[in-house]
């Protein structure tokens, strides 16, 4: 039986430990399982957080294995190699789907019946081949996709425009890496649309804006990495936003990465859609009415992506 306020967290490292400590300051569960290669690193991370319950909410967090995975509602996959500066997200391919292989094969080896929630990278290469390993429903497996890139497009446009990012609605979709794309054709802030929107702001050039806003959203992860090494903040408030999703039935939409069937012509492969989460997982893949070269820059990001996977298949 799931039991709907458990979850864990197989890979503790930078990402794993702060996607914890999000869940943990969120009080989305009850129990959270922290699972690493390393027990003493894992039983570390939980020590850690434990510390900081008298200041959340009541909420058991320790090390364990895979056994304890069979009643889980949601796991969330962070194990990898981590992206070094200079490195595309899809030169970590070769390296973490092997790592993933073997989470998958020992996950089988439960009666593990919950959402499976990809966040290592290529995410959507990850999602697409964890979904073919494990013959999961593709509504129960999910990769983190685009909700971080979409976060961060909303977050520069807000600063740029001045404005509050959770007035700007906008949304990055295709691959989670460099041929994703924004969505121009339907961003609005606050139902004005965007165009109008930068006029009204004293910005008449927003083909400059947008240019620039989607360059920085699509390099800031290399920014990030080249400057600190690595990045795990903002991924780990997505994916806490995901999981709240999912836990309370929410059926927000959400651009995560899904094996599509069908959509926009697509099927075989998982890219970054639009779709409404819930406690079932992606419970619809929403087609995004999109302009031609919209279609023409997604279409060109599933090809990209179809190139890898067949690599890969290849080896």
């Known amino acids: 039986m799931i039991d709907l306020r458990k979850a864990a967290v197989i890979g503790c ?14 009080a989305i569960f009850s129990e959270l399982v922290l699972i690493d290669m390393n027990r003493d690193r894992a039983e570390g991370e939980a020590m850690d957080l434990r510390h900081g319950l ?18 889980c509602a949601l796991v969330i996959v962070t194990a990898g190699a981590n992206q070094k500066p200079g490195e595309s997200r899809l030169d970590l391919i070769g390296k973490n789907a092997a790592i993933l292989r ?11 019946a919950g959402i ?14 964890a979904q073919r390993i494990s013959g999961y429903p593709a509504s129960r ?8 890139d979409t976060a961060r497009l909303k977050q520069l446009l807000g600063s740029r425009l001045g404005v509050d990012s959770r007035s700007v609605h906008a949304v990055i979709i295709g691959e989670h890496g460099d041929s994703e794309l924004a969505v121009w054709s339907g961003a609005n802030v606050s139902g004005i649309a965007l165009d109008a ?11 400059r804006l947008k240019r620039e806003g989607y360059e920085d959203v699509r390099d800031s992860a290399y920014t990030i990495i080249e400057r600190k090494g690595a990045t795990y903040y903002g991924i780990a408030m997505a994916v806490a936003r995901i999981a709240a999703c999912i ?15 069908g959509e926009y012509g697509l099927s075989g492969l998982a890219l970054s859609i639009p779709s409404i989460v819930g406690r079932d997982g992606v419970q619809a893949v929403l ?14 990001s599933a090809a990209q992506l179809r190139e890898v996977m067949q690599a890969l298949h290849a080896r």
Do not use: K, W
């Open 54 to 71: 008298p200041y959340t909410a009541a909420m058991d967090i320790y090390a364990g294995d895979y056994a304890d995975l069979s009643d």
């Open 247 to 261: 836990v309370r039935d929410e059926r927000a939409v959400l651009p995560v990465s899904t094996v599509l069937g």
């Open 141 to 148: 497996v999910i990769g983190s996709g685009t909700v971080l």
């Open 197 to 207: 929107f930068c006029a009204l702001r004293g910005h008449p050039d927003s083909t």
């Open 102 to 112: 073997d989470v998958i094969g020992r996950l089988q080896g439960t009666a593990f």
């Open 13 to 26: 490292g930078h990402v794993g430990a702060s996607i914890a400590f999000s869940l943990m300051q969120r």
């Open 287 to 300: 087609e995004l009415p999109l302009s031609g070269g919209e279609r023409e820059a997604l279409l060109a």
């Open 116 to 129: 499976l929630l990809i966040v290592s990278n290529p995410v959507d290469v990850l999602t697409c081949e």
